[in-house]
């Protein structure tokens, strides 16, 4: 995969992208061939237990990507540019994503519309290919003032459709649209040369990314725009529990696990 073809998907073959933030799971979705594998910073969340992406560091993401390379030798990559690593100045922004890149990821993914669209450019500029994100933007949590879905209103929805258009014009690759209403994220698509990949944001994008931990159900929270196809946190959570049994009992080790 590269960023040829991913442009080339638009409209059509939906594009898939999924999380993933260390070897295994990046083995299981290098496995599965997912077009895109993105290291979010929701790894904030899901793998360090925060309670949202804001204390994210640089220091975090890297090791997380090279995890994620090794893990997926082949895989296109995308690297969440986390909180305060993009908003300084374009050459802070430029220094983090080539840092990114010799992580081992193959593009960028930065929060943010039309303000940052000069930081765009000069990161694409630098040969950085990035992708863009719109609608609910987990590290703006505490101005959004919650989990909030975009473009309900006239202005949030022109603001979006602008804000599509300064990053389609900056040069971005493609934008995930995060929840954003259906109606709006159509139009945003439709309006929009570069693939839209939506989360929460409706059946009309070109694409659509989960959260890894929701999809194999090793997260426990509820969401409308997640399809959970396991329920992994529980198949774990009896393996350990009769591992646990089995010592206490003493049937673990027998005579086929000695020497
Ligand atoms: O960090 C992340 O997982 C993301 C997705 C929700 C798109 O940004």
Known sequence: MNIRKIMEM???EPIVMITAYDYPSAKIAAG????ILLVGDSLGNVVLGYDSTVPVTMEDMLIHI?????GAPEAFIVGDMPF???????EKAIENAGLMLKAGANAVKLEGGEEFADTIRRITSSGIPVMGHLGFTPQSVNLLGGHRVQG?????????LKDAKALENAGCFSIVLELVTEEV?????????IPTIGIGAGRYCDGQVL???DVVGLSQGEFKFVKRYADTYNIMLNAVT??????KRKIFPDEKNVF
Do not use: C, M, N, W
């Open 10 to 12: 638009k409209g059509k």
């Open 152 to 160: 309900k209103t006239p202005e949030s929805r022109a603001k979006l």
């Open 66 to 70: 090279k995890a994620v390379r090794r």
């Open 242 to 247: 009769q591992y646990k049994e089995d010592v």
């Open 32 to 35: 599965s061939e997912i077009d």
């Open 185 to 193: 994220a159509k139009e945003i698509t439709e309006s929009v040369k």
């Open 84 to 90: 305060l690593s993009y908003e300084i100045g374009p």
């Open 211 to 213: 959260v890894f931990h």
